[in-house]
């Protein structure tokens, strides 16, 4: 979400044991609900998988996020194509209903 005063700030943020310094336009609030939805995330990972590096849990993180976004976006489709169904059922419905309109 962008900040309201449009100015570039940096946001120190700690995720999975590592503090990062996060520089943007964004709110303050929401780059650190981002970055504790990753921290734990990461942290879910690295107990199910014992033994993995942080890169490697890093990299499982960011594949759960893309299958993630992967779902979200097919499903923002479907509902789309289920719209547009929707919407040309009832315009062809309209119009056979509706009376022609002569051009004079």
Do not use: C
Request: aromatic letters at 4%; glycine letters at 4%; hydrophobic letters at 35%.
């Amino acid at each position: 979400m962008p900040d309201i005063s449009g100015k570039e700030q940096v946001v120190k943020v700690v995720i999975f044991g590592e503090e990062y310094p996060i520089r943007g336009h964004a709110d303050p609030e929401y780059i650190l609900r981002v970055a504790e939805y990753v921290d734990k995330n990461m942290r879910e990972i690295a107990l199910r998988s014992k033994n993995r590096s942080p890169q490697k849990i890093a990299v499982l993180t960011a594949l759960n996020f893309a299958g993630e976004l992967l779902e979200l976006k097919d499903k923002n489709k479907g509902e789309m194509s289920e719209a547009e169904t929707k919407a040309k059922n009832l315009l062809d419905l309209l119009d056979s209903t509706l009376p022609d309109s002569e051009t004079d």
